[in-house]
């Protein structure tokens, strides 16, 4: 919980083994769909996979780890890490510290 009282999730959870999305539920609900950042933890796969996201409400996302097009990965995937942040744009503190989360219409 933040200094102004806006609850932030940080948590972490286990890929399948297989290229399909996974449904999260987030352990509060948000008022709005908040920001989530997800970051894989571990190594457990040759080669790069990246987290994709999508259909995100107030209370869950469903995710997959995505490896490249040109890259061959054995099928079943091991088992991944994967952990992830949630939070609504704010502009708050944390222990005295400054925070701002927010989002942006620049892309790549």
């Not at 399948?16 to 796969?45: C, G, K, R």
């Not at 040759?46 to 490896?67: E, I, Q």
Request: net charge negative; glycine share 4%; proline share 8%.
């Amino acid at each position: 919980t933040l200094d102004d009282g806006q609850t932030v999730i940080a948590a972490q959870t286990w890929s399948s083994n297989s290229l399909i999305y996974e449904d999260i539920t987030l352990s509060h609900t948000f008022s709005a769909v908040p920001m989530i950042i997800p970051s894989i933890q571990t190594n457990a796969n040759p080669g790069y996979l990246s987290p994709r996201m999508k259909s995100a409400t107030s209370s869950s996302f469903r995710f997959l780890l995505d490896p490249p097009e040109t890259y061959t990965l054995p099928i079943p995937l091991a088992l991944e890490t994967v952990g992830y942040l949630a939070i609504l744009p704010t502009s708050t503190t944390y222990g005295g510290k400054a925070l701002k989360a927010m989002t942006t219409d620049r892309c790549c």
